[in-house]
């Protein structure tokens, strides 16, 4: 069964203003790079995915999602929710969203693009790798850059992704535990398919040539079962965000599994993660925020 969308282009439009204000939206187009963002209604059991693509005379480095209400075990209060699309969908686009099991409240899924000026660097190649996970399995998988170029950006995207109306084991519930820059020309993510059916998980990154150094900053947050946190990594002064990534720890476990639901720029310095943890997840959990900057001087 395909998962019923629901894509709004306008939708949210309240939500966009208090994150403008908040500075979680740039809506400036200098040398710090712009934030593109696009708001749609997540109406319980259902899916919303949206896309959002750079203006003319720029090209994206890197995007990421937000559930508007993410879920708090401590409370019992906002979205369960399952992140599993947050990629580039093109050389010059961005696609995110996420699904939700019946009988959780409504909320609003924004799908976040950072866009940089042409003079900062050319976007040369969209690499993309898939695998298949069987029931039960856990994968570590990459995609790498061709050779001159670097990575900046990149996600990932689950076939079938969750429907809250399939029949049972007929449904992907992967979880993704890491998505995030690993060398200079490599993207990795981690995910773990916790139950039937097979499902297959694509993972995608731009490559640039010709662009500054990109240089990575990160944060690292405990996080405790039936707890929510939200931690933001910082570029230094004079440098803007380009991406960000994330990785659970630990990685791999018996236990249950961490949900990022928030992965996005917050102004043009910062990228924000907010995890949720359940019972029984593993001692130790927590969770390391990656910003990918560069410089706000182009390139000699």
Sequence with gaps: ???????????????????????????????????????TPLPAGETAV????????????GGGLAVSTGFDPATNTGTETYPQTNHPSG??????????????PAADVTTYLRCEKD??????????????????????????????ARVLGG?????PAFDADAAGNSTSEM??????????????VSAINPRQPTSQLTISALCEKNGKQVKT????????ERSRETVAARCPD????????????????????????????????????????EANIPSGSGITDYVYCKSNKPPS
Aim: charged residues 15%.
């Design 238 to 277: 004079n440098q803007h965000v380009v991406a960000g990534g994330f990785a659970v720890t630990p990685l791999i476990s018996n236990g249950r599994i961490p949900v990022v639901d928030t992965s996005a720029p917050s102004g043009s310095r910062s990228w924000t993660i907010g995890v949720y943890g």
């Design 50 to 61: 949206e896309g959002k693509k750079c203006p003319s005379n720029s090209h994206p480095t």
């Design 119 to 148: 003079s900062f660097g050319k976007v040369v190649d969209r690499v993309t790798r898939s695998v298949t996970l069987a029931s039960g399995i856990a994968v570590t998988s990459s995609v790498v850059c061709p050779p001159g």
């Design 155 to 159: 996600g990932y995207s689950v076939s």
């Design 217 to 224: 900053k990160t944060k690292f947050s405990p996080l405790a």
């Design 175 to 188: 979880r993704i535990l890491q998505s995030r820059r690993t060398s200079a020309a490599s993207w990795t």
């Design 91 to 104: 050389k010059a686009k961005w696609r995110a969203g996420a699904s939700s099991p019946n009988g959780t």
């Design 1 to 39: 069964m395909v998962p019923r969308r629901r894509v709004a282009a306008t939708a949210g439009l309240a939500l966009a203003a208090v994150l403008l204000l908040a500075g979680v939206v740039d809506a400036s187009s200098s040398s710090k790079g712009t934030t593109k963002s696009e708001t």
